[in-house]
């Protein structure tokens, strides 16, 4: 855990979050801005900064986040329409909040990033 780390905090429980599912390893949670109808974080428990720190033992965690991801995507029934999983890395992709999430986005057409 890092101290002033707003992801650890909310894993932990010591701040507030709309918590969608958690398990022994990771927590997800409803984005407090959300940029889709559906916008949900999926974060690992352990503090990992950015896919930038990631390490090969980390594999298991980061496949078990995708798994996790997609259930959330089954449970609101983003399946036969869409939805997109973004992770940002570092500045110019805009990550803001240095501890690794998964973004589940969908409920509606999201543009395209091509
Ligand atoms: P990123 O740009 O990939 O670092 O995304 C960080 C995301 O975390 C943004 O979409 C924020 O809206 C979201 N966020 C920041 N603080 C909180 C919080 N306390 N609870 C829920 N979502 C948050
Ligand atoms: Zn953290």
Known sequence: MADECIFCKIASGKSPANIEYQDKDMVAFWDVNPKAKIHILIVPKKHISS????????????????????????????????????????????????????????GGPLGSMG
């Open 51 to 106: 896919v930038v720190t990631l390490e090969r033992t980390d594999e298991k965690l980061v496949g078990e986040m995708v798994l996790a991801a997609r259930q959330l995507a089954r449970d609101k029934g983003l399946e036969d329409d869409g939805y997109r999983l973004v992770i940002n890395a570092g500045k110019h992709a805009g990550q803001v909040v240095e501890h690794l999430h998964l973004h589940l986005m969908g």
